[in-house]
C-alpha cells in the first residue's frame, strides 16, 4: 500500500464533536480536516505518553506526527465498534516508542512531579530534585514493557483494561507485570538507598 501524506498533520481546527468512527469513516476517504479533528482530539495525550517514555519534546514530537501519519494511512482498515480508537493510538504510540529506545538501548523516563512547590525552600526543592532524580534512575534500568506498564498506570492514569490493551496483555498478564515492575522498582530503588513511596496499593 502507498503511504499518503496529508498536507498538514498538526491540530488546527476545532473538535466538530463527531465520534471517532465517524472521523475514521471521513479519514479513509480522504478527509484531512477529520484527520486534524483526531489530532486535536489526540495528540496531546499520545504526546504526553511518547515524552514520558522517551523523555525528548522532539522525540515526542515525531512520534505523535508519526501516529497520526498511521491514521491517515490505516484509516480504511478501521473496522468501527470493535475497539477504542484512544487505545490504539496508545498502542501505536508505545511501540513506535519501544523501537526509538531499542535503537538507543537505554534511556530514563521523565521524572515525576515536575513542578516544585512555590512554597518550598531552596533546600526542600533540591532535596525533591534529587529524589526524583533517584525514581528516574530506577525507572532506566527497568525493561521497556515494565516501564511501560508503570507509566501507562500511574502516570497516564489508565484503566487496567485499557493499559492492557495497549500492551496486548491479558488483563490477568498486565496486572502480573504491573505488580513485577512495583517490586523491580522498589529493589533498583532500595539498592540505592531509598525506598519506593508513594504509589499506593496493589491494583
Not at 470493535?82 to 490504539?88: E, Q
Not at 516501564?147 to 492514569?157: G, I, K, N, W
Amino acid at each position: 500500500m502507498t503511504e499518503r501524506h496529508p498536507n498538514s498533520l498538526a491540530p488546527a481546527c476545532h473538535d466538530g464533536g463527531e465520534d471517532d468512527d465517524a472521523l475514521m469513516a471521513r479519514i479513509a476517504q480522504g478527509d484531512e480536516r477529520a484527520l486534524r479533528q483526531v489530532g486535536q482530539r489526540h495528540y496531546a495525550t499520545t504526546w504526553r505518553l511518547a515524552r514520558r517514555l522517551l523523555t525528548s519534546d522532539a522525540e515526542a514530537d515525531d512520534v505523535a506526527q508519526e501516529v497520526l501519519v498511521r491514521v491517515w494511512n490505516h484509516a480504511g482498515r478501521w473496522a468501527p465498534g470493535r475497539a477504542r480508537l484512544s487505545t490504539w493510538l496508545y498502542t501505536v504510540t508505545y511501540r513506535l516508542c519501544v523501537d526509538r529506545l531499542r535503537a538507543r538501548r537505554h534511556a530514563p523516563l521523565e521524572e515525576a512531579l515536575n513542578v516544585a512547590d512555590p512554597a518550598e525552600g531552596v533546600t526542600e526543592r533540591m532535596e525533591r530534585r534529587s529524589e526524583r532524580q533517584k525514581v528516574r534512575d530506577a525507572l532506566a534500568t527497568l525493561p521497556e514493557r515494565q516501564r511501560a506498564a508503570l507509566v501507562l498506570f500511574y502516570y497516564q492514569e489508565m484503566p487496567g483494561p485499557q493499559a492492557s490493551a495497549v500492551l496486548g496483555l491479558t488483563l490477568r498478564a498486565y496486572w502480573s507485570l504491573l505488580y513485577r515492575a512495583r517490586s523491580a522498582l522498589e529493589r533498583a530503588l532500595t539498592k540505592g538507598g531509598k525506598e519506593l513511596v508513594g504509589t499506593g496499593g496493589e491494583p
